[in-house]
Every structure is written in structure tokens, then in C-alpha cells.
């Protein structure tokens, strides 16, 4: 398998629609979830670099896609889409976010894959289900992570996982759907999520 090096992560360019994201070349893997569920710490423990995706104490701001390239394989891109489902936003805030995230799940053909960014404690809230029905419909695989790992007991986190993965199960969805726990504070998991993500851009 192609080496990927998720430490040589750099910042390429912000989006605020789908017409100025970057050309349609290489391979991205894409990162989606509600606000405060973790993304962005995930991104910058993924990288090792705590200072690449922005953890944001004012969260529901940025309406922005943000592109972040791989400077040993240039053609590999991370992309940070907008939070979801921050109270304070405006209604039309928030369709505006739908409609954007599925202009580009739709035509966003070097897309291989979405991860789902979900509070170990409070995964598949309505949003979560809305944004794995979008992803699905784009024939995309997703991968969930179930984030903040730390917070519960290793017996509670693993139980969660396992219902996830039985009701994924149950859908008919396990073949295109996959998932595992994660901490951006003990580390456990980023191994595992880099791999998944190494296999979609590598496409092996
Ligand atoms: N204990 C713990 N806290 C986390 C973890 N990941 C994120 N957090 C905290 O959760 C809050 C939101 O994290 P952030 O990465 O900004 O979430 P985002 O809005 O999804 O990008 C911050 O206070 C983080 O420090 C984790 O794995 N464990
Ligand atoms: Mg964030």
C-alpha cells in the first residue's frame, strides 16, 4: 500500500462552495459531524498537528470547506466540512448547509469516502442519520468514528460500537459502512483511522 503521511498535512485553501473547491485531480477523503463532537481534534491528532484544524470554542461559525493537502503525496486531500447541528444557527443557516454538503457528496467524483465524526456518548442523532442517507445515496463508503472514547468506561465504549456495527448489520449496511472508537486524548484508534483512510486515497 501507498505510504500516506497524515503528518505532512498542510492547509491548501477554504471553500465556501462547491464551484471554488480545488480541481477535480488525486483522491480526498472528506470529515463530517456535528459541532463539538470532536472533528477537529480528530484531524489534528490523525496529523499529529495540533494546530491544523482550529478547535473552536465559538462552534456553528465557519460555513467554510476546508481543504488541507498532503505534502508528501500532493494529490491526497483531507477535507474538513462545516459542523452541524449548532443550536444558535439560523435556519436558513442550516439549509444553506445541506444543500452545500450535497452539491458536494453529488459531484465530487475524487471523493472516496466520508467520515462520521460521532460523540461516543451521544451517537445517530437525527443530523448524523440525515448525512449517512446522503452518503449512501452517493454510493460513498463512510466510516464512523465514535469519538471522546476517554470520557466512558472502555466496556461502555466497545458495548456502543457493537450495537452501532449490529444495527449497520441488521440495515445491510456493513459492507459500506464501517466504524471504530476514537480518543484525540489517549490516542486510541488514530492508527486504525489512518489506515481506513490510507486504503480509500490509495484506493487499495
Ligand atoms: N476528553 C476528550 N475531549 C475531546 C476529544 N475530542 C475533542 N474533545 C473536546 O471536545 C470539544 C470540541 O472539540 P472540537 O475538536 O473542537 O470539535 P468539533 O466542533 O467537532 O471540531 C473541545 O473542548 C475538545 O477539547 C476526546 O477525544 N476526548
Ligand atoms: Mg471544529
Given at each position: 500500500m501507498t505510504r500516506v503521511n497524515f503528518n505532512t498535512a498542510k492547509f491548501l485553501v477554504s471553500a465556501p462552495s462547491l464551484k471554488q473547491c480545488p480541481p477535480e485531480q488525486g483522491a480526498e477523503v472528506a470529515f463530517a459531524g456535528r459541532s463539538n463532537a470532536g472533528k477537529s481534534s480528530a484531524l489534528n491528532s490523525l496529523t499529529r498537528n495540533s494546530k491544523l484544524a482550529r478547535t473552536s470554542k465559538s462552534p456553528g461559525c465557519t460555513q467554510l470547506i476546508n481543504f488541507f493537502t498532503l505534502q508528501s503525496t500532493p494529490d491526497y486531500?483531507?477535507?474538513?466540512?462545516?459542523?452541524?447541528?449548532?443550536?444558535?444557527?439560523?435556519?436558513?443557516?442550516?439549509?444553506?448547509?445541506?444543500?452545500?454538503?450535497?452539491?458536494?457528496?453529488?459531484a465530487r467524483q475524487c471523493l472516496k469516502g466520508l467520515v462520521l465524526v460521532m460523540d461516543v456518548r451521544n451517537p445517530m442523532q437525527d443530523l448524523d442519520k440525515m448525512l449517512l442517507k446522503r452518503a449512501l445515496d452517493s454510493q460513498r463508503p463512510l466510516h464512523m468514528i465514535l469519538t471522546k472514547s476517554d470520557k466512558i468506561s472502555r466496556g461502555a465504549a466497545q458495548n456502543t460500537l457493537f450495537q452501532l456495527r449490529q444495527g449497520l448489520k441488521k440495515s445491510g449496511l456493513d459492507d459500506l459502512v464501517t466504524a471504530q472508537t476514537f480518543s484525540s486524548v489517549t490516542g486510541d484508534g488514530v492508527d486504525e483511522l489512518a489506515k481506513k483512510l490510507a486504503s480509500w486515497l490509495s484506493g487499495e
Open positions: 486531500r483531507i477535507v474538513d466540512l462545516p459542523g452541524y447541528g449548532y443550536a444558535k444557527v439560523s435556519q436558513a443557516m442550516k439549509e444553506r448547509w445541506q444543500e452545500h454538503l450535497t452539491e458536494y457528496l453529488d
